[in-house]
């Protein structure tokens, strides 16, 4: 027999999900409203008052998967084993019915621990996958897969993010191995060097790849640019990829690339002519025509994915469909194109595009992350690959794979946390607080961000007269707010509760990517874009 232990509130889910299970279970309401406030010591006195004589029926004890201690002491009481169940009482089912097969803990919610396998069982797949050299070799036989340096890119594989360093000549080299490093950080695969249009600086190209070379490793370089010199020098400088050839340049540079065997990104495009097809059936002959002329390399083909109304974002799709049913080399796909124009959070726009080139068969996804908007697309893309590649090896949607997108919203809603009517009085303000300075001083708080959100840190500046006297650094707002207090620098609780909401605002900030300005709100109110 399971005895699951919960609250008055919780009780009535808790009840429905353990009837749902097959399971022997027996619910106790524990004297609290609210389950997780539970404490060891609590749950001991009260299986002691009510199931003293029933304790050799009970194999398992189950208790809030909130409450903030571990069940160490509840299962040293009674010598059975105690862990915590799910934080949400509708999980608890899901629980049930796993509990034979699953290793539950002491100190963290089942409904975690199972997040957490799935996690692992997900990224060891990918992992395993990637690691077989013998099945890598294989699929590179086929001719929808490619070697870009040592980089398997093709349809079989995970799509690969090529993030680019947009206008990379007019960075300085502290500018530019920052973002080189932020790339790698967030998961990249491949780090293009973006040129500047209408300009020649081919010789600038040996200096940029030699200073990104040791930041990027084994990952492939590419450089991005239609000048047939730049090309040149990049190529003869060891470059892995080339962006991009199109019917006007082609013939000037392929000797080179056949000589060098580097592979290109193609375009269905003649820009020295002018010439930019726009509809499916123009794209698609274009491009069969560069193919055709382009022999003797390997190639992605690029047939162009235009942002929202700006020529046809679906007529870009279609070409991108219809090149595929007639020729399975690597496809590219440019989701910056759409994500840099588009006024909208970039996660969930970047994981639907993301899905629509998996079946597409698109092999690499492109973006620069120029704009705060896009802030953290690499890092989305390359979550984005690894979910596609799981949906699609396991024939199903893109949902309850072990790892997800989810940054803004919950995946469920929490059906335990009811609202309680209490008859009580209620305040609503009827005007603010007068500000009344702090005679302990004033705080100056910052969000750090660094090339990845476990390196980033908060850093809070005590000013005593106008003069700062001491900084405090540190991850969450909690640690901050603690040394605070201990150093007594804080002596109005109108103060004190102002600090605490900025730092979490900070923190927040640093979770998200959003830049935080003390005073000022992080989040804009949804319902102002509608009223």
Known sequence: MILIITGHLAYPLVKEMADKSSKETVVHIAETQIAAFLTPNQIIKEIHEYFSDRLDDIDLILVPGLIRKDTFLIAEEFKIPCYKASTDAADLAMVLDLVDDLELSQSTPADKLIIEEKKKQALKFIEDFENDMEKRDELLKKENNILVRNLPVGEDFPMRVLSEIASAPILSKEELIRKAEFFVASGSDMIDIGMIAGEDRSDEIPDLIDTLRPIVGDRPLSIDTLNPKEIEAAVNHGIDLVLSLDNGNYAEILPLLKEKNVPAVILPTNFSEGFVPHSPEERVESMKKLVSNCEGIDLVCDLILDPVNSASIVDSIISFYDFHKLDKKPMFFGIGNVIELMDTDSVGANALLAGIAMELGASILFTPEESGKTHGSVRELAIASKMMFLAKNRQSIPKDLGIDLLVFKDKRKRFDLKQEDYEVQIVKQEEPMKFIRDKAGSFKIRAEHATSVKDSFLLVTHFKRNQAD??????????????????????????????????????????????YVQDFDLFKDPEEFIQ
């Open 470 to 515: 001491i900084t405090f650094k540190g991850k969450t707002a909690r640690e901050i707010y603690e040394e605070i207090i201990k150093k007594g620098l804080v002596t109005r609780m109108e103060h004190a509760a102002y600090l605490g909401s900025e730092l979490q605002k900070a923190e927040i900030a640093i979770l998200t990517g959003k830049e």
